[in-house]
């Protein structure tokens, strides 16, 4: 049983993995995508200017960027077994507030929300999978029955 579960974490991981790498290959589109959903919170505003003062980049590509690396690295860790609870909780915190934002299927009619309820539900599974591996005891099993003899 331990090998199906180390090829399902492995396979899972591809998902985030190529989904990071193309997010940081076409950092402008992902911007674009970024901005065209996601609305900086007033309050956050002054520290946004900042940070696009200090780094030369608008808020939206340094959106895009931390997307693409966090999706990239907590999917190689998590193929890898390094640290795959933490990052299995990260992911799920991620894909709960992407999900939010980024696919609003109830202020949506028609095709649009229809295909957006799809990503939602699809992105369930996937916090679904994350708390998974999220719970998978790594403590080696043995035959004994459970309290002792």
Not at 26 to 41: E, H, N, Q, Y
Not at 85 to 108: E, G
Not at 112 to 126: F, G, M, Q, V
Request: aromatic share 10%.
């Amino acid at each position: 049983m331990p090998a199906f579960i180390i090829v399902g974490r492995i396979l899972f991981s591809v998902l985030f993995i190529v989904s990071g790498a193309s997010k940081l290959f076409d950092i402008a589109a992902t911007a674009d995508g970024i901005a065209s959903k996601v609305v900086i919170p007033s309050a956050l505003m002054g520290f946004t200017t900042q940070l696009e003062g200090l780094t030369g980049m608008p808020t939206a590509h340094m959106l895009a960027i931390a997307v693409g690396v966090l999706e990239l690295v907590c999917g190689v860790f998590i193929a890898l077994n390094l640290g795959a609870r933490f990052f299995s909780w990260v992911l799920a915190v991620f894909i709960v507030v992407a999900t939010f934002s980024y696919h609003d299927f109830w202020n949506q009619a028609g095709l649009e929300s229809t295909n957006n309820l799809i990503h939602a539900l699809k992105n369930l599974s996937l916090v679904g999978a994350l708390f998974i591996i999220a719970g998978i005891d790594r403590r080696p099993q043995t035959s004994e029955p459970a309290g002792g003899v």
